[in-house]
């Protein structure tokens, strides 16, 4: 997001942040989440069409939405999706990389112990504030939910392929993928930065990756 100027949006970020403030939607999730449950496409779609139809005119990044084909055609609503990426990880990989990430809450802020730690371990490297980890991101909630999140998921990759607009990578190394991603981007829109200053997309990402780009 940062290499182009993106609005970086994040499923979970907003139902973290929707949790922490206890709002209707957040104790909604919530019941879901510590079941290890995936969160119902109501509740999602809520959410995300609320925060999208804030941004309209800007040019976003959806991370870990839609995941379903009800949050797919919702979206179809408000956007004409112009790219996705689908990354093709291996489960036990991608449940080790999730199991291993903390988050700075009030910041949003996301390490990984493995890829990008923080500079002192369990505190942010900005405000010297712990970190924490989810609930949804202990090993046994990630394996159910990426359990879950395979069957849930597979429409939705077969509706962009149909649509042309679906590339696909498969890897395990995010500095080996980036490269690839980063030259499909740039044939989008232009880059800000180069792909050398920030290459750490895909640390922690298990869904597709969705570029809506606002008319001009």
Known sequence: AQNFGLQHLSS????????????????MAKQYIEKSLLVPDHVITYLMMSELEN?????????????????????????EVDLVISLNIPFETLKDRLSRRWIHPPS??????????????????VTGEP??????????AVAARLRQYKDVAKPVIELYKSR????QFSGTETNKIWPYVYTLFSNKITPIQSKEESGRFFTCSIVCVVLVLCPN
């Open 12 to 27: 979970g970020h907003f139902l973290r942040e929707n949790i922490k403030a206890s709002t209707e939607v957040g104790e």
């Open 164 to 167: 042309g607009v679906l590339h």
């Open 55 to 79: 941004r309209c005119g800007q040019h976003w990044l959806l991370d870990g939405f839609p995941r379903t084909l009800g949050q797919a055609e919702a979206l179809d609503k408000i956007c």
């Open 131 to 140: 970190l924490v980890q989810q609930e949804d991101d202990k090993p046994e």
């Open 108 to 125: 949003g802020r996301v390490y990984n112990l493995d890829f990008n730690p923080p500079h002192v371990h369990g505190i942010d490297d």
